[in-house]
Every structure is written in C-alpha cells, then in structure tokens.
C-alpha cells in the first residue's frame, strides 16, 4: 500500500488501483480492452483517420519570433490550441470513445475543470452517437460558461455540482460516483492522467502524439533537439503527453503548477505529500488528517489538489522539474503572448508561457517548447467579468 | 476488542438464530455529543456498529452520507476525535470504522492499527482500498488482531470473489447492488442469487449493504444473509431529529424474527 507492496498500474510508489470494489471489474475490463485495441492495426488506423480528419492533426510547431526576441531565446510553440474543440483535450476524448464504443458501451460520463475536456468529450461523443454527460464544478459553469453552451450545442447533458469546493474535484467525485451506480453501460472518459490504473496510461497514451509530433517537428526545423519542454500541470495530460516525446532524450522537462494568489494555490507537487486520491496515490494537498484542501486557480483546468502519478514519479527520480506561476504572472503573459504574437492562450498554458520568461531571464539564448496546450477564447468572459483584463 | 469481539457477535447471533444488525453512525453528526449519545443507543440494537471518519473527497457515498460527512468535518472531527468517542464508551457492541485510504495513510498504517486496538474498536471498513491493494494493511492489521472487512459488489468476477471471499474474516460485505451507498425501495431477483452463492463460497458470515432501510429488505433477503447494515436511513432520521430507536427498532425485530415464523410485519 506504501512501499512494500507493488501492485499494477505503478510508477515508482504512485498510481495503483484504490477503487470501490464495484468499479474494480470496469478497470479489469478497460485495461484488457486497451491492450487488445493496442494489439490491432485497424485500432490505430481508425485513430490515426480520426486525428487527422477530425482532430485536425498535426497541429503546427509554431516560432514565436518576436516573443523569442524579447525575451532573450528561441521559442517554439506547440499549437495545441489549434486542435479541434481548442485544447489537446481531443486527443484523449477521441481516443477514449473509440475505445469505449469497442468495448460496446453506449454512454459517456466525463468531468471537466475549465470545460475544454467537457467540450472534446461532448465532440466525440455526438461523433460516434454515444450519449454524454458532464459534471462539472457549479463554479466552473460560471467562470467558464462559453464552454458550457457549447457542451449543450454539442448534444451533452452538463451536470452542475454544488457540493463543496464546486470545481474539478467535485466533478470527479461525482463522475465516479455516476460511473459506480451504471458500470454496465457507461464509460468513465476520465481527462487527465489521473484516476485509478490504467486511466493514467492509456491518457497518457492517447496525448503522446503531442510529444511525438512536437520532437519531430522540431528536429526538422532546427536539426537538433530543443533543451527544454515546458508545460503547465494541473492533473498533468498535456505535459505528460508532450514530456513522453522526449523522456528518454537529454532534453530538460520543466512542469508549471499553479500558484494562485501564492497564499492559496494548486501545487501539490511543489508543496504537497503523496496520499491516495481518486484512485491512485500521487502528490496531494492535504491536512495532517488526510482530509484533501481546497485549492485555488484563476485557471480552472488547474485547480486540482492532486496531481498525476507518473509526474509524482518523475518528480522524485528528478527526471522532470516541477514549478509554481502565480495567477498574476499567468495574466501577464496570457496578455504578451496576445499581443506579441496574435495568439490567445489558455490561462492554463500562460503558466508554461510564464515559466518560459522566466527560464530564460535566468538562462538567456535556450531553446525551448512550450506547449500550447489550449486557446484563451473562453477565459475572456470571466476574465472581463472580474475586470481582470 | 479485536476480530475476536466480531466472531463473538457472530457466534452469538447464529446461536440465538437470528440475524446481526450493523447500524452506521457519521463520526460528529450531527454533533460530536449527538454522536456520543446516538452511539450508545444503538448499542442497544446492533450487534456490531460501523462508525464512520468523515472524509472531505468520499467515492463510495451516496449524497445522505457525503453531506453527514461534511457536517461532521464542520464540526471539527478528525480520526482522533473519533477514537477518543469510541474510547469514551462505557460498554456495548464491537465498533468497526469506515474511512477512506487517505486517512489511513495520513497517520501511517502502523500507527493507525495501534490506535485503533487502544480505543477499544475492532478493525475497519476501507471502500477505496479493493482486495489486491489491501495485503499490507491486512498483515498489520493481523499483527494487532484487528480485521480488514472484505468487500464483494455484484460485479466483482468469479476468480476475485474466491481469492476475496477465502481471506475474508469477521464478516464479509456484501454491496447489495452496483450504486452508491442510499436507501431503496426493493431489490431485483439476481440481487438473492448474488448472496445466495456468496454466502455459499464464504466461511466468514456474509453481510448486505448499501440499500438497507426497512424491515421489507431484510425480509426480502434474510434467507442467505447473515446480518445486515443500515447506514443512510439511520443518517437520514437523524438529520430529521428522529432518533435512533425509531429505524433501529423494527429492523432489530426484523433480525430477531425466525425464518420458520417468516415475516413479522
């Protein structure tokens, strides 16, 4: 359970399969699922078909020219904004409904945080005709409400939860909580590389075309390998998914948590402890009870008290470095990146931008990526409301 | 009181051929005395008591549950107050408790299981904590002659229900039907054939919960099941200022009544 036992689905101490019994034959039966769909050619056809034609892949490496001007580098851009619904979060959504449909369920639940996985699951669910529904934090509905409409337009039923801190947290407890009472019919389309074994590897999986791409892409154009990959980390599928391109190179990992006001904030790899949530023992910010904290972000895809077990892994073997942007240096750079560049990001990925800004005032002249996990459209109602712009 | 005070509940209630009754109370709810007061009178029905640690992220809860839990942390319960209640007791049935994973790890397994054996309870319930990842804290729990209660669900397959059921001590726990813990109206037929062959397969006495409000349930599936647990419709009474007696009671009867003389409504 800590250390002397290793159970499937483990990355150093972390991860495992911490499920009520009830879901424990659903796990079983998507981890045979995924490593027969793995096995079979036209399985990957079929995804490779529907993240050309669908998804829009690949999407761009993109120099920021003028931003690598000033600020003293050379900056790449992975465009992940430009993937259909706006966010990598198609990648995994697409990837998990064929899935899904393959192992012969009809009905989708997903959670979502800032409501780009809520929007890439309602996308692929309308696509391939399976039913969807969304949970999601009653205080996410309300500063991420463009998402919102869209999931309606796109057919999905989104599920508002009151409970407690009213965010992503909540959304997962009650997406399983849905999942336990339907295992029959429904399919948990979890978001993040997060949740009991395999949901961490087959996310991770479905997002490491990012990584894939964004190597080769780079060596195309510069002929060597960048020194850094940068990205923002919340439950940690976009830096997992462009990370995994380059793991096993010497090319330096750089994840960004969010800081918040730095008195409140949402970095458990930073300045948490490992414990078990939602299935997997990761980092975790939590009380001396064990009881989870909440957690605060002006980026509601990063407002997350735990955080992936393989970045818990990388963290410890020192394998990737893990740092804190506050919600005040995100803005800044989700304002420069606009105005420099004609690019609005993510308040999400403005974390890794910031980062970026930063690694280089300390290091001038690196090449780095970032990854561009996700555009800034649907940050700009709340963001005008607050009068944060 | 230990594993050994669980056999003991058992023994007695086989002997006197009725049913065991495991009644949940929320750590703290609705008040840390209300606790106190409503543990001890449902010593007077139960023959073992599930005490539960509120826990701030619960999966397994319906919404009865996952609310007394979050009233009860309003009220400041922790781990700590909770053993310092049970301690506190004066006398009555072994007490099981119920919390999640995390809060077993929070105060490390070893420190827990000593803790627990100091205040006087007898093991515990971990719902996010399945048969392949509990072999640790069983062998510690072991050690201080506590009991890790297994869980079975209707979905659990047939090579786990053996491993799971072979290793089961004190009591099995059955989880009547696929769903969060909450009060239903009845139970469909396959829900029979699943404790008919569970309590089969099972040296441990079998339990049923989840589901478990009225005397009709536990008439409705007495035939194969050694005892029962009645967590929400308690809560649920509870919070409405009825008392303990008032849910406790009939099913107590419910338990008590033969299976020759059949339903006692």
């Not at chain 1, 829009?56 to 003028?66: F, I, K, V």
């Not at chain 1, 403005?350 to 690694?359: P, Q």
């Not at chain 2, 594993?3 to 007695?12: G, K, S, W």
């Amino acid at each position: 359970m800590t250390t002397a036992v290793k159970t499937k689905g483990r990355f150093g101490i972390y991860g495992g399969q911490y499920a009520p019994e009830t879901l424990i034959a659903n796990l079983n039966e998507l981890e045979a699922a995924y490593a027969e769909a793995q096995a079979d050619p036209d399985f990957a056809a079929e995804l490779e078909i529907t993240l050309r034609e669908f998804v829009g892949r690949a999407t761009p490496l993109y120099q920021a020219r003028r931003l690598s001007a000033d600020w003293g580098g050379r900056v790449f851009l992975k465009r992940e904004d430009l993937a259909h619904t706006g966010a990598h979060k198609i990648n995994n959504a697409v990837g998990q409904a064929l899935l899904a449909k393959r192992i012969g369920k009809s009905r989708i639940v997903a959670e979502t945080g800032a409501g780009q996985h809520g929007v890439a699951t309602a996308a692929a669910c309308a696509r391939l005709g399976l039913e969807c529904v969304v949970y999601m934090g009653a205080l996410d509905c309300e500063r991420q409400r463009p998402n919102v409409e869209r999931m309606k337009l796109l057919g999905a039923k989104v599920v508002p939860c009151e409970a407690g801190s009213r965010n992503l947290k909540i959304a997962i407890n009650e997406a399983i909580r849905d999942w336990i009472s339907r295992p029959g019919d429904t399919h948990y389309l979890i978001g993040s590389v997060v949740g009991p074994h395999p949901y961490p590897t087959i996310v991770r999986d479905f997002q490491s075309v990012i990584g894939r791409e964004a190597r080769d892409q780079f060596i195309r154009h510069e002929g060597r390998l960048p020194d850094a990959v940068i990205a923002c980390v919340g439950g940690g599928s976009n830096a997992m998914g462009i990370f995994a391109g380059f793991v096993d190179d010497k090319v330096e990992l750089h994840g960004v948590e969010a800081g918040g006001t730095g008195a409140t904030h949402a970095a458990p790899l930073n300045s948490g402890t490992p414990g078990v949530l939602h299935g997997a023992m990761q980092y975790l910010l939590q009380d001396d009870d064990g009881q989870i904290l909440d957690t605060h972000s002006v980026a509601a895809g990063l407002d997350y008290p735990g955080v992936g077990p393989e970045h818990s892994f990388l963290k410890d073997i020192g394998r990737a470095k893990y740092h804190i942007v506050r919600d005040d240096e995100a803005l800044a750079a989700f304002k420069e990146l606009s105005r420099s560049e004609g690019i609005i990001p993510a308040l999400e990925s403005s974390h890794a931008l910031a980062f970026a800004k930063r690694l280089l005032r300390e290091r001038p002249g690196l090449s780095l990526i970032v990854n561009l996990s996700g555009r800034g459209d649907k940050d700009l109602p709340s963001l005008m409301e607050r009068e944060l712009l | 009181m230990s594993l050994d005070a669980i056999n003991a509940a058992f023994d007695a209630a086989g002997r006197e051929a009725r049913k065991a009754l495991v009644p949940f109370l929320m750590s703290g709810h609705p008040t840390p005395d209300q606790f106190a007061r409503n543990l001890a009178e449902a010593g007077k029905y139960a023959d073992v008591i599930e005490v539960g640690v509120p826990f701030s992220d619960p999966l397994a809860d319906g919404p009865v549950i996952q609310a007394a839990a979050a009233e009860a942390l309003k009220h400041g319960t922790t781990l700590a107050s909770t053993l310092a209640a049970i301690a506190a007791r004066e006398d009555g049935p072994p007490i099981l408790l119920m919390l999640s994973c995390n809060q077993l790890l929070a105060h490390g397994l070893e420190r827990v299981a000593r803790r627990i054996v100091e205040a006087g309870a007898s093991g515990a319930i971990v719902p996010d904590l399945p048969f392949e990842e509990s072999t640790e804290l069983r062998e510690i729990f072991a050690r201080h002659g506590l009991v890790l209660i297994a869980m079975l669900a209707p979905t659990t397959d047939a090579a786990r229900k053996s491993a799971i059921l072979r290793q089961a001590q004190g009591f099995a726990y059955l989880i009547s039907v696929a769903g969060v813990t909450g009060a239903r109206d009845a139970f469909p037929p396959e829900t029979l054939d699943y404790i008919r062959e569970a309590a089969q397969a099972s040296s441990a006495p079998v339990c049923v919960g989840f589901g478990i409000s009225k005397p009709q349930h536990v008439e409705q599936l007495r035939e194969h099941a050694d005892g029962f647990i009645v967590g929400s419709a308690l809560i649920r009474a509870i919070e409405s200022g009825g008392s303990v007696a008032d849910v406790l009671a009939p099913l107590r009867q419910a338990c008590d009544a033969t299976i020759t003389t059949g339903t006692d409504s």
